[in-house]
């Protein structure tokens, strides 16, 4: 008897042994992740001390004193719903009134695609979830599709589409040398690609760029899409944030609208309602008729069910409660429009204030282009010099967030970017 029990120890041991050696090794080949290079920026720009430092890296909005901001229409709506919340679920596809809301943002407050049912909406998880879950759909339901992404984009793209294992290819978009756009190579990668591809558009405030096609070329890429059978999907995180006005932020998609395109589009208002942290959008797939769009909504739903189930419901109530809201609807136009001319301003004053030190090179490009990001031209060298030796922390490809430059630091800004410029 005391031999079995001596035996059984042993043989417990010798598994714990084991047991133990593969549990500490199943995670020994995990390596760590490499860092983002937007949300490093910040990283390294907390790190710093220098009471000199600017942070133009993050695309997230401040008023002139460098200040996050949280709109008065945010605020009114939060006082409405504080006393009349509950923390009950969503559906699956999320706030009813907020997707209907924001569906008229869209195609249009009188749109007939709207009374006529023909589009499939969910609420997601602000941009970011409205591109995955279409590119999972996409990837499902067109599994031998791939996606064509503009050369440059919001790095995230390409994330979101690799990893729902869409294979991806890219069409010209911007042109280096004039800083604008690469209008005839655009054209001719849609031309070329094959029948029935998908073509990702931004539909304003193009990230990181600034730079938009006109409305004529926006009616000519409509056209050579149409013609080829593609599918455009837009991604609108921009609207009003861009120009100021919802209505012509929109252009783009109307114009699609017009033409006959069946689209796609994914909404965001972290951006235009300062809900970064709510993460709250839509995302909407234009249908031939109704029956098509229940199918599609359906199948959209399920994509999220094993996702995150369904989407969260405090941000969805602030953008509902303030579109639906004539009074606080009017108050965010403003206060959108104050935020969009804030970022006008400030291109207007740091090209100004290159032009005053006499950089012998052209600063028009800052005032061409719009939104959010200036694609300042600068090289990665001269990145590297504005943070080493001036504190300006800003992406190594260029790209300025204008929502960093304040009436405090533009003169600052502008000298430094001279300083490794000339």
């Known amino acids: 008897m005391a031999i079995r029990r001596a035996m ?18 199943w995670w020994r080949s995990v390596q760590p992740a490499p860092k983002d290079p937007i949300l490093g920026v910040t990283e390294a720009f907390l790190a710093d001390q220098s009471p000199d430092k600017v942070n133009v890296g993050v695309g997230a909005y401040r008023d002139d004193n460098g200040k996050p901001v949280v709109l008065e229409c945010v605020r009114e709506a939060e006082r409405r719903i504080a006393g009349n919340l509950n923390m009950e679920y969503l559906p699956m596809g999320g706030s009813v009134k907020m997707v209907e809301e924001t569906l008229k ?87 070329n690609a094959p029948n029935g591809s998908f073509f990702l558009l931004h539909a304003c405030a193009h990230n990181p760029t600034g730079v938009d096609p006109s409305e004529e070329q926006w009616r000519e890429i409509s056209h050579h899409i149409k013609a080829k059978g ?11 944030f861009a120009s100021g006005d919802p209505e012509k932020d929109a252009n783009a998609i109307r114009i699609f609208l017009e033409d006959g395109h069946h689209i796609g589009i994914a909404q965001s208002y972290a951006k235009n309602m300062g809900l970064y942290g709510q993460r709250v959008g839509c995302l909407s797939v234009l ?21 995150y189930s369904n989407p969260p419901v405090h941000g969805a109530l602030i953008v509902s409660t303030i579109l639906s809201d004539p009074d ?54 001269q990145v590297d010099r504005l943070t080493n030796e001036f504190h300006i922390y800003m992406t190594r490809n260029g790209r300025i967030s204008m929502a960093g430059v304040t009436t405090g630091n533009v003169k600052y800004l502008a000298n430094a970017i001279h300083e490794v410029t000339k």
């Open 8 to 25: 059984s120890g042993r043989i417990m041991d010798r598994t714990a042994v084991v047991g133990a050696r593969y549990m500490s090794s």
């Open 328 to 381: 606080l609807k009017k108050q965010w136009l403003k206060e959108v429009k104050v935020m969009a001319d804030r970022i006008i301003g400030m291109r207007t004053a740091l090209r100004g204030n290159l032009e005053k030190l006499g950089s012998p090179l052209s600063w028009q490009h800052i005032t061409n282009q719009i939104g959010m990001f200036c694609y300042s031209g600068l090289t990665p060298e």
């Open 230 to 240: 593609h599918f455009a999907f837009f991604d609108m995180a921009y609207q009003g």
């Open 105 to 191: 943002l869209a195609y249009g407050e009188n749109s007939e695609l709207i009374k006529e049912k023909r589009i499939a909406a969910v609420q997601a998880l602000s941009g970011t979830g409205a591109c995955r879950l279409f590119a999972d759909f996409q990837k499902r339901f067109c599994p031998d599709s791939q996606i064509y992404i503009p050369v440059p984009t919001w790095a995230n793209h390409h994330n979101i589409w690799r990893d729902a294992q869409v294979p991806q290819k890219t069409y010209h978009y911007y042109h280096p040398e004039s800083k604008g756009l690469d209008f005839a190579a655009m054209i001719d990668d849609i031309k």
């Open 287 to 307: 249908c031939e008729d109704e029956k098509q769009a229940v199918a599609v909504k359906s199948q959209l739903q399920q994509l999220a069910r094993p996702m």
